[in-house]
């Protein structure tokens, strides 16, 4: 059948440092912006793409748990993908599918990655990816979905990034009220 919600993860990060993830959504093959959201990977020190998919995908689940509380329900969080991508090749892919099946028991959802250099995507259960004709709909409609996560991840990178450039020795000084600061 053909997947009525799609959900892509991409990591952003530099040199290991200031790692951002973030999760798009497509619904009907139009993107559904208010469920988009964006993740800070704690904890990973270095650059380590694999763990850090591990950690966001593995949250994004546990909130799945989360929604039947209906004081925590979010929609975004509360609907179950048909396919979720993600950004990467065989390492990212079953950093992934452990995620998912080492503590939740999620139904039907296929997870697929989409490698960057040669847009090959990568399935569980079989040695070698799967190639796409260039002009394909259906690998076109990946590489939009992989672009837009792409792009949400930077913009969130960015942001976190320059937040920090701004940080200064007065922000730890006791006794320094925010207009001395900014003084």
Do not use: M, W
Not at 83 to 96: C, E, T, Y
């Amino acid at each position: 059948s053909l997947p009525v919600r799609i959900e892509c993860f991409d990591i952003s990060n530099i040199q290991g440092r200031y790692i951002v993830a973030s999760l798009t959504v497509f619904e009907d093959a139009q993107p559904r912006r208010a469920h988009y959201r964006s993740f800070t990977v704690r904890g990973l020190a270095g650059q380590d793409d694999v763990a850090a998919i591990a950690q966001v995908v593995a949250r994004r689940f546990a909130r799945l748990r989360d929604a039947a509380d209906p004081g925590r329900f979010d929609p975004s969080f509360g609907a179950v993908p048909n396919l979720l991508v993600i950004d990467g090749g065989k390492g990212q892919l079953a950093a992934a599918l452990e995620a998912i099946h080492a503590t939740y028991d999620v139904p039907r959802v296929a997870v697929i990655s989409l490698a960057k250099r040669e847009e090959e995507v990568y399935v569980p259960g079989r040695q070698h990816p799967i190639r796409l004709e260039r002009h394909d709909p259906g690998l076109q409609l990946l590489q939009a979905i992989r672009d837009e996560a792409h792009r949400v991840a930077l913009r969130h990178h960015r942001k976190r990034r320059d937040t920090r450039a701004f940080a200064s020795i007065f922000d730890t000084l006791g006794g320094i009220g925010p207009a001395r600061r900014r003084a």
